[in-house]
């Protein structure tokens, strides 16, 4: 079975983002990186001091269990998310389950 996201819920083309993969949800652990539409993945910049500068690559489907808009110089934690930034995640997730009810 393939699964087809619908284009209106994804980030745009080279958006940043913050997202959670999932095995990390639990521990409420957010990430940053650059959405590429056309892949369909996140690209994490990570610097390790032992490998240096490397490029981690996230399936949007497969990997990432949420994402939020981010800016990259105020990354967000997910307990420092504002009570308008609840409202607005509240009301796309409203949206998003009107589209899936059948008519």
Wanted: hydrophobic share 35%; aromatic share 10%.
């Amino acid at each position: 079975m393939e699964i087809n996201p619908d284009p209106d819920c994804l980030p745009a083309d080279k958006q940043f983002i913050q997202f959670q993969i999932s095995v990390e949800e639990l521990y409420g652990k957010w990430r940053n990186g650059y959405y590429n539409a056309i892949e369909q993945a996140v690209y994490e910049q990570v610097n390790d001091d032992v490998n240096g500068e490397s490029v981690i690559i996230h399936c949007i489907m497969a990997d990432v269990v949420r994402w939020l808009p981010g800016d990259e110089n105020q990354p967000v934690h997910w307990r420092n998310i504002t009570a308008g930034e609840l409202e607005l995640v509240a009301a796309w997730s409203r949206l998003h389950n009107k589209k899936k009810t059948p008519n």
